[in-house]
């Protein structure tokens, strides 16, 4: 199944909570997944950790008020909270880009 053009990037840089291993950090990810494909207007993400330290997380979405809808949703969900909380807070930087090119 051809899943619809993505028009919204949303964009997330952190660094994790001291004493979290990356390992332990992405086996919190299964959740996440599961998450995102119950998700309308998702349609791929990308994870990745600079030599910094700062993780950057990339999901593709159909539009800005569905990556909008999905982010206040990620929040109250309780079986995300070990994901969430592994994260440092003061350290998350998030923006929504509209796509202006995608070449695959």
Not at 8 to 35: H, K, W, Y
Not at 71 to 83: C, G, K, R, V, W
């Amino acid at each position: 199944m051809t899943k619809p053009t993505a028009t919204c990037l949303e964009m997330v840089r952190f660094r994790l909570q001291p004493g979290i291993t990356d390992e332990a950090f992405l086996s919190l990810n299964a959740a996440t997944a599961a998450f995102l494909g119950r998700q309308e207007g998702f349609n791929r993400r990308l994870l990745s950790k600079g030599p910094d330290g700062v993780w950057t997380d990339l999901v593709e979405w159909e539009s800005l008020p569905l990556a909008r809808q999905a982010s206040e949703q990620i929040m109250a969900d309780p079986s995300l909270a070990p994901f969430m909380n592994a994260i440092d807070p003061g350290s998350i930087l998030m923006d929504h880009l509209v796509i202006a090119l995608r070449i695959d």
